[in-house]
């Protein structure tokens, strides 16, 4: 790593080599590798069949059905009744990721994880190692294939965004390369909406302009452009062109968390307080669990009710100090649902933690405090070897068993509970 980095201190060319690297029907993809018997088959993976749940992802033969990421699992099964349904596991994809990362930074310190199963890498100083771009990204999709059984597509072009762009040109297990002399004779036919960033209702906008390819974005007047979409314009122009920024963050030096969340959709609307307690119970333990993971403790505590009619309330409340413990951050979160009066079903609840610290961790000094300091590190050891939730509070527990049967309690969402079930 140390002498990669003394490379690049060395490199003064102005003419960076990125590449991006896109992983090939990712979650699919690791569902097949641990299951071999889901090989060429069409594979979804989603929620549970049971919830109102959406296509995570589908592996290329599925994709051959017509189903894309996002498509309500119900539409995507008419599309395809054959298919082989898997309930996805985070845990087990961001565990692969990780791995992924580190083989990213065999090639070079500048890594930047642009999602889970995406990244931008500069090698401008470290290819020559490698023998040159080309034989860099092949030694890189042959060692991610060596070491998790998984293939990738790669891009390569002197920016971010013409690398992405080429990786998207040639999926499934491609490697694309975009030299400079190539770009203006590529960027001139090239439809807008094949650039990343210009989506679905910004493609229809600049059609109406009559702007259609890439190539007459380049040839617009800058200040109309301006005058239109403001300092975005002269972006828009420089992408038309094939011109973007080719700096890559370092993984280390990647944006901090502001606020770390989840929410989850209840498999049916419920006016069960029992069933409301037990999934906000569940969700604060998965925020604690990922602060503690990437370092952080947090002060103010945010939750989210969405109810049946789509009415959404939000509540915030601050810990007296920084915490970590999903335990503590359920307390305050029950504290803030229990001001709710509200009596319509439940349909979504979401807990966030902000005003994040990272690096603050004091050594406790009561007995108590040691002692769950020692079952929170024990338990997210065996979380960690034997999956999310292998240990779990009794109430997060429940939640589980629960969600997937019809509760017959009425009433405000928390204020009909027995007083004897307060302190569960």
């Given at each position: 790593m140390d002498a990669q980095q003394d490379?690049?201190?060395?490199?003064?060319?102005?003419?960076?080599?990125?590449?991006?690297?896109?992983?090939?029907?990712?979650?699919?993809?690791?569902?097949?590798?641990?299951?071999?018997?889901?090989?060429?088959?069409?594979?979804?993976?989603s929620g549970s069949p049971e919830t109102r749940t959406t296509v995570s992802t589908a592996n290329y033969k599925a994709r051959e059905y017509g189903i894309k990421s996002g498509m309500p699992l119900g539409q995507a099964l008419r599309?395809?009744?054959?298919?082989?349904?898997?309930?996805?596991?985070?845990?087990?994809?961001?565990?692969?990721?990780?791995?992924?990362?580190?083989?990213?930074?065999?090639?070079?310190?500048?890594?930047?994880?642009?999602?889970?199963?995406?990244?931008?890498?500069?090698?401008t100083g470290s290819m020559e190692l490698f023998g040159g771009a080309m034989p860099a990204a092949r030694k890189l999709k042959d060692r991610v294939r060596e070491i998790l059984g998984l293939t990738c597509s790669v891009g390569i072009a002197p920016n971010r965004l013409l690398a992405k762009l080429a990786s998207d040109s040639s999926k499934p297990d491609g490697l694309t390369l975009i030299e400079r002399k190539d770009i203006p004779g590529l960027m001139e036919k090239l439809p807008v909406e094949k650039l990343c960033g210009i989506g679905e209702k910004l493609t229809a906008?600049?059609?109406?302009?009559?702007?259609?390819?890439?190539?007459?974005?380049?040839?617009?007047?800058?200040?109309?452009?301006?005058?239109?979409?403001?300092?975005?314009?002269r972006i828009l122009k420089s992408m038309g062109r094939g011109d973007f920024s080719s700096h890559v963050n370092f993984f280390s030096q990647q944006d901090e968390y502001k606020s770390m969340g989840h929410s989850f959709t209840l498999y049916r609307d419920t006016v069960s307080p029992l069933l409301v307690r037990a999934t906000l119970c569940r969700l604060c333990e998965q925020v604690g669990r990922r602060m503690r993971k990437a370092g952080y403790r947090g002060k103010s505590v945010t939750i989210m009710l969405?109810?049946?009619?789509?009415?959404?309330?939000?509540?915030?409340?601050?810990?007296?100090?920084?915490?970590?413990?999903?335990k503590e951050i359920y307390r305050v979160a029950l504290s803030l649902v229990e001001t709710f009066s509200e009596e319509k079903p439940v349909r979504l609840l979401g807990v966030s933690v902000s005003s994040l610290i990272r690096g603050i961790s004091q050594p406790p000094l009561f007995k108590n405090e040691i002692k769950r300091m020692l079952i929170l590190s024990a338990s997210d050891r065996i979380n960690d070897k034997y999956g999310e939730f292998t240990l779990s509070s009794g109430l997060a527990f429940m939640e589980k068993h629960m969600s997937g049967r019809r509760s017959g309690c009425h009433g405000s969402i928390m204020k009909r509970e027995e007083k004897k079930d307060a302190g569960r």
């Open positions: 490379i690049y201190r060395g490199v003064n060319s102005t003419e960076k080599v990125i590449l991006h690297v896109d992983m090939d029907a990712y979650f699919a993809s690791i569902e097949e590798k641990s299951n071999p018997m889901l090989r060429d088959k069409p594979v979804i993976v599309l395809c009744p054959g298919a082989e349904i898997v309930v996805g596991n985070s845990s087990k994809y961001l565990s692969t990721t990780s791995r992924l990362l580190d083989i990213f930074r065999e090639f070079t310190p500048r890594v930047e994880c642009y999602s889970i199963d995406e990244a931008f890498l500069d090698i906008r600049l059609n109406g302009m009559g702007i259609n390819t890439c190539g007459d974005l380049a040839a617009y007047p800058e200040e109309r452009l301006a005058r239109i979409f403001g300092v975005n314009g969405r109810f049946s009619d789509f009415r959404t309330l939000i509540r915030q409340k601050s810990f007296r100090n920084h915490t970590d413990d999903g």
